[in-house]
């Protein structure tokens, strides 16, 4: 009876923070009446969507790409690898860039790489062709359109104390997209084969671009965008700042876990599930379980973070997937313990986002909110590249992916431990202000 009115209560006090997110409007916009802050909320929510979902269907072409055109595992896997370095290596400079001269333009923009950067992939033949186009076109594309720019915007949109849920929202968005996205391309895949499902992907993208030009701002009275004009130091200052602060690297180091983990999963979990002889519907069911479910634990992870701390929520997600990864390698491969595997990933699957970026504008403002995220990303990123080629390079030399699961475990178990010690105060001169 009283877990049931507790749980009651939740439901009641999630409701009221979502109603009071969205209610909420934001005297530092200088944008037409009909932009409102929840309209600012349901386009880059949509943004993200395409942007997160498109990133997720491209480990569904590892085997037919592979096979038409000879590649190794290797090679499809290390273009993967250079998207995610490249995403990680250009965010803090996208992040800096749209800080300074809006975000919106870097989202247009980006929405226009990103469908070149799928129609240069569909035409590689190559492996360094696959390179330019997967790795470095897309990867810059994606470093424009995904979290580091989305989560700047909103964090200057909404006040302190509604970051959080906004967070989540958004975050959950890009679980959406997986969800959404990973069956229409699977049926793209199997209507038009991998090549026209991909082209049909690249004009799915660009719709980006549109509804990014949706959300331009006039410029403030002062000549300079909202972010600018609430800067108080200069990057080289925040930079300086951040880099100083223990608890900042603290989160930096564990988002190189969350990278290499999630990396490793969406791009070799299908091939995974098919080497045990699964046919490929069971792998693509399981990532758009993932997807599903970190809907609910995207939200969960916002709400959440508005209440505790959210360093220590980062420690238990990183447990709790290493943990998940533990017992999925130890227990028999079935149908039903994959799908498990991917629930339970799915709850904690971006949760970090919401948690990582919460904190940096928690700790230090907003201002450079953008670039700060992004350079965190950079590490996030790192892990990525390397959880995507080291995947597939072991599996060359082994045949196997369980030395892969085993250090995923390792990796996880660490980063739990270095969420721990950090400081998550407000810096001195924000101790006017609302922490996030």
Same mark, same amino acid.
Not at 22 to 29: A, G, H, I, K, V
Not at 68 to 83: I, V
């Given at each position: 009876?009283?877990?049931?009115?507790?749980?009651?209560?939740?439901?009641?006090?999630?409701?009221?923070?979502?109603? =009071?997110?969205?209610?909420?409007?934001?005297?530092?916009?200088?944008?037409?009446?009909?932009?409102?802050?929840?309209?600012?909320?349901?386009?880059?929510?949509? +943004?993200?969507?395409?942007?997160?979902?498109?990133? %997720?269907?491209?480990?569904?072409?590892?085997?037919?790409?592979?096979? !038409?055109?000879?590649?190794?595992? !290797?090679?499809?896997?290390?273009?993967? =690898?250079?998207?995610?370095?490249?995403?990680?290596?250009?965010?803090?400079?996208?992040?800096?860039?749209?800080?300074?001269?809006?975000?919106?333009?870097?989202?247009?923009?980006?929405?226009?790489?990103?469908?070149?950067?799928?129609?240069? %992939?569909?035409?590689?033949?190559?492996?360094?062709?696959?390179?330019?186009?997967?790795?470095?076109?897309?990867? +810059?594309?994606?470093?424009?359109? /995904?979290?580091?720019?989305?989560?700047?915007?909103?964090?200057?949109?909404?006040?302190?104390?509604?970051?959080?849920?906004?967070?989540?929202?958004?975050?959950?968005?890009?679980? +959406?997209?997986?969800?959404?996205?990973?069956?229409?391309?699977?049926?793209?895949?199997?209507?038009?084969?991998?090549?026209?499902? %991909?082209?049909?992907?690249?004009? /799915?993208?660009?719709?980006?671009?549109?509804?990014?030009?949706?959300?331009?701002?006039?410029?403030? =009275?002062?000549?300079?965008?909202?972010a600018r004009s609430a800067a108080s130091q200069s990057v080289r200052e925040a930079l300086r700042e951040a880099f100083g602060h223990r608890g900042y690297l603290l989160l930096t180091t564990g988002y190189f876990v969350c990278g290499f983990q999630l990396a490793f999963i969406t791009v070799h979990l299908p091939s995974y599930v098919n080497d045990l002889g699964f046919p490929a519907s069971v792998g693509m069911t399981a990532l758009a379980l993932v997807g599903l479910f970190n809907i609910f634990g995207s939200l969960a992870s916002g709400w959440l973070g508005q209440r505790y701390s959210k360093k220590n929520l980062l420690a238990a997600i990183y447990f709790v997937r290493a943990s998940a990864v533990a017992v999925f390698i130890a227990l028999p491969a079935s149908p039903a313990s994959i799908w498990t595997f991917a629930v339970v990933m799915g709850l904690v699957w971006l949760a970090t986002v919401p948690l990582t970026s919460g904190v940096i504008g928690q700790i230090f403002g907003t201002a450079w909110l953008s670039t700060l995220s992004g350079i965190a990303f950079l590490s996030h990123q790192l892990g990525s590249f390397m959880g995507v080629w080291l995947g597939g390079w072991l599996f060359d030399q082994t045949g196997s992916y369980r030395l892969m699961w085993i250090i995923s475990v390792t990796l996880g178990l660490l980063a739990a431990l270095v969420n721990l010690p950090v400081d998550e105060r407000p810096l001195g001169r924000l101790a006017s202000r609302t922490a996030a």
């Open positions: 009876m009283s877990h049931s009115g507790a749980g009651s209560r939740s439901t009641r006090m999630g409701a009221r923070s979502l109603r =009071a997110v969205l209610r909420f409007s934001s005297p530092l916009m200088t944008h037409p009446a009909w932009r409102t802050p929840q309209v600012v909320l349901a386009l880059c929510g949509v +943004i993200i969507t395409l942007a997160m979902g498109t990133r %997720m269907t491209l480990g569904l072409f590892l085997q037919p790409m592979t096979l !038409e055109h000879g590649w190794t595992r !290797e090679t499809f896997a290390f273009a993967l =690898a250079l998207q995610n370095l490249m995403l990680g290596i250009a965010s803090p400079v996208i992040g800096a860039v749209a800080d300074r001269f809006g975000s919106v333009r870097v989202l247009c923009a980006g929405g226009v790489l990103y469908a070149l950067g799928l129609l240069a %992939m569909s035409a590689a033949t190559t492996g360094w062709q696959l390179d330019l186009a997967t790795g470095v076109l897309i990867g +810059i594309g994606q470093a424009c359109t /995904t979290y580091t720019v989305v989560l700047g915007l909103l964090g200057r949109t909404f006040p302190p104390e509604r970051r959080g849920m906004v967070f989540g929202i958004a975050t959950a968005a890009g679980s +959406i997209g997986q969800f959404l996205m990973v069956p229409y391309a699977g049926s793209l895949m199997a209507h038009f084969g991998w090549l026209g499902a %991909m082209v049909a992907l690249s004009l /799915t993208t660009l719709l980006i671009t549109p509804l990014a030009a949706l959300l331009l701002e006039r410029r403030a =009275a002062a000549g300079s965008t909202p």
